[in-house]
């Protein structure tokens, strides 16, 4: 069990860029989450999967942003045409669906719009 | 939506002192987590619960599930220089909702 991975850990791009996401989950896990962070607020929810379904999203999930879990096992974030506001820090969690669930997060992406 | 509000916003302690912090819902909630997150880090998961009234500890960390199920406490005995950092409480309504986050309570501990 090596945690869940998250690549980049940082990525600098400038505004009108695409930039996308990986995140690794822990091997077993079947739920994967997306959550941004800006500085000093807590983790907002973006998505979720279980499996491969894509079971919920943000209303703060524009259209700019996609998010894919292919064969249920790594995710990748989409963000088309990043504007300054999308600066924030990207984090991914997985866990184990069940009563009680609990969420294992990754180091982030920490991601700057210039 | 729900939201989660954190008591108190920062704190500033002498290293050996006990911590107390709290985390209020709108609504009732059916799972607690509480997480420690550094600067540039992911959050790492302190203490889970799951009942009203529950009492879990992890070391010197004891957290609680309020049994109106819509608060959540943490404490934190004998401090430690590592223990500064953010602390952030999570929590849901029903098993098929998505986790929501307090905005933390910045710890800070003084030698």
């Known amino acids: 069990d090596t945690g869940v991975s998250q690549n980049p850990r940082h990525k600098i791009t400038k505004r009108g860029q695409n930039v996308t996401f990986r995140c690794d989950p822990i091997s077993e896990h079947n739920r994967l989450y997306w959550y941004r962070q800006t500085l000093g607020q807590g983790p907002e929810f973006l998505t979720y999967f279980q499996n491969e379904a894509q079971l919920e999203k943000s209303r703060l999930l524009s259209d700019r942003f996609s998010a894919e879990r292919p064969k249920g096992s790594f995710s990748t974030l989409e963000i088309q045409r990043t504007e300054q506001g999308d600066s924030a820090m990207y984090l991914c969690a997985s866990s184990w669906r069940g009563t009680n669930e609990k969420l294992f997060f990754g180091s982030g992406t920490q991601l700057s719009v210039l | 939506g729900q939201q989660l509000n ?106």
């Open chain 2, 6 to 111: 954190q008591s108190p916003q920062s704190m500033f302690i002498q290293e050996g002192e006990d911590v107390s912090m709290n985390c209020t819902s709108s609504s009732i909630f059916n799972t607690w987590l509480w997480y420690k997150q550094d600067p540039g880090e992911g959050p790492v998961l302190l203490i889970a619960l799951y009942k009203a009234g529950e009492l879990t500890s992890n070391g010197r960390l004891t957290a609680q599930f309020g049994i109106t199920r819509k608060d959540s406490f943490l404490n934190i005995s004998a401090s430690i220089p590592s223990d500064v950092g953010i602390y952030f409480c999570a929590g849901r309504g029903s098993y098929g909702q998505n986790f929501v986050f307090g905005p933390g309570t910045r710890l800070s501990v003084l030698p």
